[in-house]
Each structure stands twice: as C-alpha cells, then as structure tokens.
C-alpha cells in the first residue's frame, strides 16, 4: 500500500528531538507564550529575512486577525479566490466583510490576476490571495493593483512554507502572511498552530494585543482581543522541524519532478514556470474521470485524495453570503482535481509505482 500521506512516519526523522524537547519542556514548566514560542517567531521570521512575526494559534485566526489589523468597516469588500480552501473565505466572514469571488487562471489554479480588476468597487479595501497548492500566485500585477486602487494584501500562505515567486518568499510581498503549521503541512506542528508576518511594527504590536485579549501588558487591554495564541509545546516542535522546512521542500519538488516527467500526456499536470518556485504541498493532476482514477488507484493499492470535492460555491454553510454562485473554471477544477501521494515520507520508487500505475488507466 502507498498511502496518500502518513504524518507517523513524516515525522519519524525527528522523534528523538521531540521526545528531548517534551522531557525539557516538563522539567521547565512553562507553558504558554514563553521563550520557545519568541525563538520560533525570531527563527520564523529570520527564515523570510522579515523583523515581524507573530504566532497564533492556528492558520484561520492568522487570517482573521490580519484582517482586524486593518480596522475595516463592515460590509467592505475583499477579493479571495474561487478555487480555495473554505478556511479563507470563512475569515472574512467572521470579520463581518463581504468575500468578492474571483476566478483562478485555468492553468496555475491560482487567481487569474485579470480578472481581480473588473471584481474591484468603490467598497472593495483588500485582496486575500491564496497560494494554493505550494505554488506562489502571479504577484507582480496584484501588487500594481493593490497599490493603485489602494488595497491591503494579505496572503494565505497556508500551502506554501518556502514557495517563491521570482526568488521572492511567500507570505513577504504583502502587508500580511498568514501560515498555518497545521500537521499536513509543508512545516506541519503535531497539533494546531499558526503564525503572521507582517511589515510594520505597529501592525506587529497590534497583532500580539489581539493574539491574547487585547493585552501585550498584563491586564492592560488595549483593543478588543482573542484567545490565539501559538502553543507553547507546537512552538517547540515547529523549532525543531523549521532547520528541515528546504530539505522538506527539496523532496516534494524531486517527486513532483518524476511525475512531470514520467506521467503521460492524458493527465493535465501541474504548469512549469521558472517565475515560480513551487513546493508541491499538494501535487494535483486534472483528469475528466476523476472519480474512476480515483478508484482504480486505490484498486492498486494507492491512496489520493481530492482537493477539494466540494467547491465554495457549492457549500451549505455559504448559500446566503456570496454574491455569485456561478464559477465554472473553479468547478471544473474542483471536479476533475487528484492529489496524488507527493510526502516527505514518500520515496522515489513510490512516485515511479504511481506513474506506473497511473499511464496504464487508460487500458482499463
Ligand atoms: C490549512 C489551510 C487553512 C487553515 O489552516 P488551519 O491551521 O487549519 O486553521 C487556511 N487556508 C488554506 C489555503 C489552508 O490550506
């Protein structure tokens, strides 16, 4: 069996470390925002070359505070894209905004940046890109956007640890990188966790008040705050595994690079730029039997998965707030789309099996 993903053995090479860490960790005592969670935010951000990070507790609260940083007025507008995960959109709403969908390019999967112009109104203050599945969104025309009409920047990072865009990292072309260290993660923790980047140290301050109540002093609260604090024991983890988030990296592209050349023709696979350096969090082919892919893969002993089944557009939970229900391009991305295995727990002759497996479908 190769399964999509296995988190026990993905975190394997780094279990003594763990184990070192737990045992310090008791012996201290000390168990919320203490000296593993500041080293990791110097560590985090020293990563990106960038002064502010800000730890949180897990990748939707590091979208929802950066848009609390804003102090946006209800009902204003922000631009996200159509083919993303629900968390995104979710953040705007809880922040009483108005989420504005966006269609993706049909080819990077990410938002098509000519299309964010004709979406722009006199109400809309932001744009939330998604960096979805480990590759960095065409930056350089939503940055222009951004700065004529104006607009605050914050990216969803969650997928893309270490992905750039023309050498440039994720996460540091905005006013805000939100990351999620959720466990599947390119720089996954072993339970919730998430961090911000941001630009300025007003913003920075702003985001440690919000983080724990509203107070960076004790008992003195000066806005009106969350409970999302980045855990204490996650910071340590994320310590340990951060050393290791190229080598990570450097792995999924290797296997990713053995699909794109070894799987045949009939499988839209991934778009190869050199503007873009793509991390692979998730490594996805189209193919219009998806479904049936889907099945003969696991008849042979693979596991995928599909990111995702059901499309925003299409979810219960978003049937009164959006404004459009027509997004074809991501629907047809979200029906046709397999993620295929592509881990740091994965080896060459694992991907070279799938391959295998994958060119002989059409025979069935
Ligand atoms: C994982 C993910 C999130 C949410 O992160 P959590 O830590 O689970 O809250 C947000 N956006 C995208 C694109 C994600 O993949």
């Not at 983890?237 to 799987?263: S, V």
């Not at 994965?346 to 069935?364: C, G, P, Q, S, Y």
């Amino acid at each position: 069996m190769i399964p999509y993903e296995s988190l026990k053995i993905l975190n394997l090479p780094f279990e003594e470390k763990f184990k070192s860490k737990f045992a310090d960790f008791l012996d201290k005592g000390w168990y919320i925002l203490g000296e593993e969670v500041a080293q990791f935010e110097q560590e985090f951000a020293a990563y990106h070359q960038e002064n502010y990070v800000v730890g949180v507790a897990n990748g939707l609260d590091a979208l929802i505070l950066s848009l609390q940083c804003c102090k946006f007025q209800k009902g204003d507008e922000v631009i996200v894209p159509s083919n993303t995960y629900i968390a995104t959109i979710l953040a705007i709403i809880q922040c009483g905004l108005t989420p504005v969908l966006v269609e993706p390019d049909s080819h990077t999967y990410n938002i098509d940046p000519k299309l964010i112009a004709r979406a722009i109104t006199p109400k809309t203050v932001a744009i939330m890109v998604v960096h979805l599945y480990g590759q960095c969104c065409e930056m350089d025309p939503i940055l222009g956007l951004a700065k004529q009409h104006q607009l605050k920047i914050i990216e969803d990072c969650a997928q893309a640890h270490g992905a750039k865009y023309k050498g440039k990292l994720a996460g540091t072309f905005g006013d805000f990188g939100a990351f999620s260290f959720y466990p599947t993660k390119n720089l996954g923790a072993l339970g919730d966790a998430g961090a911000i980047l941001c630009r300025t140290e007003s913003d920075y301050h702003q985001l440690r008040q919000l983080r724990n109540y509203g107070s960076e002093k004790k008992y003195h609260n000066g806005v009106i705050g969350y409970n999302s604090r980045l855990d204490e024991l996650q910071a340590s983890f994320l310590r340990i595994k951060l050393p290791h988030l190229d080598e990570i990296n450097a792995h999924k592209r290797k296997l990713a690079a053995i699909y794109n050349e070894h799987l045949n023709a009939s499988f839209i696979k991934p778009k190869l730029d050199a503007d873009f350096h793509n991390v692979y969090h998730i490594y996805n082919i189209l193919h219009p039997k998806r479904d049936q892919l889907k099945q003969y893969l696991q008849e042979h002993q693979i596991g995928t998965e599909i990111h995702y089944p059901v499309p925003p557009q299409d979810q219960v939970a978003l049937k009164d707030v959006l404004q459009s229900f027509d997004y074809p391009i991501s629907a047809k991305i979200h029906q046709q789309t397999l993620s295929l295995p592509c881990s740091f727990a994965h080896t060459a002759e694992d991907i070279f099996r799938v391959t295998e497996v994958m060119n002989k479908f059409h025979l069935k």
